[in-house]
Structure formats: structure tokens, C-alpha cells
């Protein structure tokens, strides 16, 4: 079958790698992809919101299936575009609904949905402009450090962890009074801070079964020891040392079940994937949030774990009959490291000429933000340039891997974290 694959990052090359190995698959096209995707497929050039160019081009081009990468044209409704239009309703495309995807799209509807469900997270409260003076009083009744997050999307960036009060108080003024994130910040959650260890657990749903995929650890900050800016991930692990079968089992049972049957109980379309972070807090899961499709750069580790073929979990996934399938997984531990632009999160330079990509040979070389330019040369154009997998029996080879490939993909202004991993060793 054609499948049109939507996205341009790390993520989607790595889902495009899974596609290529598809036996069903005929034609690959990856919107708008990127230099790495043009191994995979046909990049085309197509943006991810204009549903109405990408109605045109699944017609014209006998696009049976849609794999839906980024959560922008999810919270946007492409899903509900396919289904409400005649010509496209058959076509399979995985990812939720405009209301599925709004767990993603508000952390507000996110909490209350946990909250209707018993699903286990932080206490919370959410303020507006109007209401700022009670969200001041809120952020006096907890202990430091306090959690600001941004209601809407804001690209991974809408979330602060602050030491004092009085600069909690501050960022909040600058949110809701500011709009510091946009849109994004005209509601803002305060939160509970929980202690604890991070992890990224990755569910297949058709609405009513479900496939546990490998989890990720992924690393926010740019600098190393977790100092910095929060970035988009700078890299990730899996499987994830402590997350041992007692440990998944509660994550099963306290998180993934009641998640799929109150979206079922609600009737929400849903068949895509979903993505819970949680909280490890003393052996026990609590969610930080939910996102409607698969991390970057977890993505970038978890995907290569799949032995199955990925078209059939989507097509099983779409026809709501994922229960007929096996996931096989790749025991071994698979380790990525993000490759950045120098000055990311921030500014940075684009238009690098990067060398040394095809003399990787022990690892999986992953396109976050590249093109290629005039000379038909891969160039930087984004802020996580190039994300390096490699696989081993263990995690201290695997990180050996890696980071050896690393070495041998120069530009003049990479930058990455020499820490990935260290903490689980």
C-alpha cells in the first residue's frame, strides 16, 4: 500500500525506518521530511495543517493509509477532516480525534480527565488572568519547588520548575499577563512538585485494546549533570533499568487501563498512540502528562525495539482489532544521543554542511533538522540536528556505540550532552 507519513523530525524518521521494512508497503511519502527520510521514501512538500493539500495529494496519489507524526494537525482535527469527508473516511490514519488529541492540547482537560478516572498524578489548580491572585495564594499553600505549566501547546517549552516563590509568582505575571508562551499560557496550571525519576511509557490503542510499546528515560535539559534550558530531548534509553515487571504492572494497572476505558466510556475516537510520562515516586507510577503521539528523541530508541511490522499494527490499530496481533520486541538496550546546534534552545545557526554521516557504521543515524542544500549536501536546519542509535547487550556498550558514532559526524556548530545515560549505569 501507499502510506504518507506527516512530520519532519527525528521521530519521523524513525517511524519511517520501521515503514520501509514493511512487506506491505508499496510507496512511502513522507510531509515534508527531511534529508534523512529520503532514504525511506519520496519527501513531498506539503505543510502538515493545510488538510485540504493533503486531501488532494492522498487522492491523487492512492494513498491508502496516514500515519499523523507531530501533535499540531492532531489538536487541529486532521483525523476528524478524514472522517467527515466521503472521498477519504476509508483511508486508515492513525492518531486520535480534535477531542482525543485535546489531552495533549490542554493540560487542564488532561488533569480532569485523570481526575474523573482515578488515575494517579499531582494535585493541581488552574488559573487564569482574572483569577491570578488566588493562583498566588495557591503557590504559597505548597512547598518549593513549584510547577508552572502552560495550558496549550508551546512546543515542549511550557513548563518551569522554580526554586522560590517570589520568582514562581513572577513567571506566573509573565504567562497570564505576559502571554510568555502565546495563546498557550492564557490558562496556567500550578502543580505539585513530585520527586522522583522520569520515564516515558508509549501505548498502541484502537480505542479499545492496546500494545505496551518499549518504554524511554529521554534527558529535557542542554546541559549535562540535567543543568539548562529545558530542550525538546537531547537523548534517550530503553528499556529503562527500573522499570522492572512489578513496576510496569502498577503502570498497567493504575494507568494504562483506566486511560483506554474512560476513552472508551467517553466514546472519544481514538486509535493512535498515546504517551504518558510518569513520575517514578518511591516505586510507585504518577502522570505527568499526556501526549497524543510517540516522543522525540524517545521515538529515536523505542522504534528500532520493534520487531513487528509496524504497517500491520497500524492497520490492526485502525480496524480496531489490535488484540489479533503480537508486538515482538528487541530485547537489547538501544541508546540515542541528540546532536544540536550550538545555542539551542535558543538562537542557533542553520545552513552547516555536516560530514561524516556514511561512515557510521555501527549505529542508526536519525534526521532531526536537516535539508539538503543546492549542492545536494546535508545541511543543519533546526535546533536538534541529528540523533545517533545504537544497539547492545547492555547499556554501557551501548552508550560506547553511540557516542563513538557521534565522533564521526562533524559540523561546525554541533553541540551534545557527553552524559546520556550515566545515571541509570
Known amino acids: 500500500m501507499n502510506i504518507l507519513l506527516l512530520g519532519s523530525g527525528g521521530r519521523e524518521h524513525a517511524i519511517a525506518y520501521k515503514i520501509a521494512q514493511s512487506s506491505k508497503l508499496s510507496q512511502l511519502y513522507v510531509a515534508p521530511g527531511n534529508a534523512g527520510t529520503l532514504g525511506c521514501g519520496i519527501n513531498v512538500n506539503l505543510n502538515v495543517e493545510d488538510f485540504e493539500a493533503i486531501k488532494t495529494f492522498v487522492l491523487e496519489n492512492n494513498v491508502e493509509m496516514v ?23 476509508n483511508i486508515a490514519i492513525i492518531g486520535p480525534s480534535k477531542q482525543g488529541a485535546e489531552l495533549e492540547g490542554s493540560k487542564d482537560y488532561a488533569k480532569a480527565f485523570m481526575q474523573r478516572y482515578g488515575i494517579p498524578t499531582a494535585r493541581y489548580n488552574t488559573f487564569t488572568k482574572e483569577t491570578i491572585e488566588e493562583g498566588k495564594n495557591f503557590l504559597r499553600s505548597l512547598n518549593p519547588p513549584y510547577v508552572l505549566k502552560a495550558d496549550g501547546l508551546a512546543a515542549g517549552k511550557g513548563v518551569l ?13 509573565e504567562m497570564l499577563e505576559n502571554a510568555k508562551f502565546g495563546n498557550a499560557s492564557a490558562k496556567v496550571l500550578i502543580e505539585e512538585y513530585l520527586k522522583g525519576i522520569e520515564l516515558s511509557v508509549f501505548v498502541l490503542t484502537d480505542g479499545e485494546h492496546y500494545k505496551i510499546l518499549p ?92 520487531q513487528s511490522d509496524v504497517v500491520e499494527l497500524f492497520s490492526h490499530t485502525f480496524n480496531g482489532t489490535l488484540d ?21 534552545p535558543e538562537s542557533y545557526p542553520k545552513g552547516d554542511v555536516i560530514k561524516g554521516i556514511d561512515s557510521v557504521c555501527d549505529s542508526l543515524v536519525f534526521h532531526a533538522g536537516t535539508k539538503m542544500n543546492a549542492e545536494n549536501q546535508v545541511v543543519a ?4 540536528v ?19 558514532s557521534v565522533e564521526k559526524i562533524e559540523w561546525e556548530n554541533k553541540y551534545y550532552r557527553r552524559d546520556i545515560g550515566k545515571d541509570l549505569l
Not at 520548575?161 to 505575571?173: F, G, N
Not at 536546519?381 to 536538534?384: D, S
Open 381 to 384: 536546519n533546526g535546533g536538534r
Open 215 to 306: 518504554e524511554a528515560k529521554d534527558y529535557k535539559r542542554i546541559g549535562e549533570g540535567d543543568t539548562g534550558l529545558n530542550t525538546g530531548g537531547m537523548g534517550s534509553v530503553s528499556p529503562v533499568p527500573f522499570a522492572d515487571k512489578a513496576f510496569m504492572q502498577k503502570v498497567e494497572e493504575r494507568i494504562v487501563v483506566p486511560t483506554v476505558e474512560g476513552l472508551a466510556k467517553e466514546k472519544i475516537d481514538y486509535k493512535g498512540f498515546i504517551f504518558i510520562g510518569l513520575m517514578n515516586v518511591n516505586g510507585d507510577p504518577y502522570v505527568i502528562e499526556y501526549n497524543v503521539r510517540m516522543g522525540d528523541p524517545e521515538t529515536e530508541s523505542v522504534f528500532p525495539r520493534i
Open 386 to 404: 541529528i540523533c545517533v542509535t545504537s544497539f547492545a547487550d547492555n547499556l554501557q556498550d551501548a552508550l560506547a556505540k553511540s557516542y563513538s
Open 324 to 344: 489479533k496481533v503480537t508486538l515482538e520486541i528487541n530485547p537489547q538496550v538501544a541508546v540515542c544521543v541528540m546532536m544540536v546546534a550550538k545555542g539551542y
Open 67 to 89: 500515519v499523523v507524526g507531530p501533535e499540531a494537525p492532531l489538536v487541529a482535527g486532521v483525523v476528524d477532516f478524514f472522517k467527515n469527508d466521503d472521498s477519504l473516511k
Open 161 to 173: 520548575i522554580l526554586d522560590s516563590l517570589e520568582e514562581a509568582e513572577k513567571e506566573l505575571a
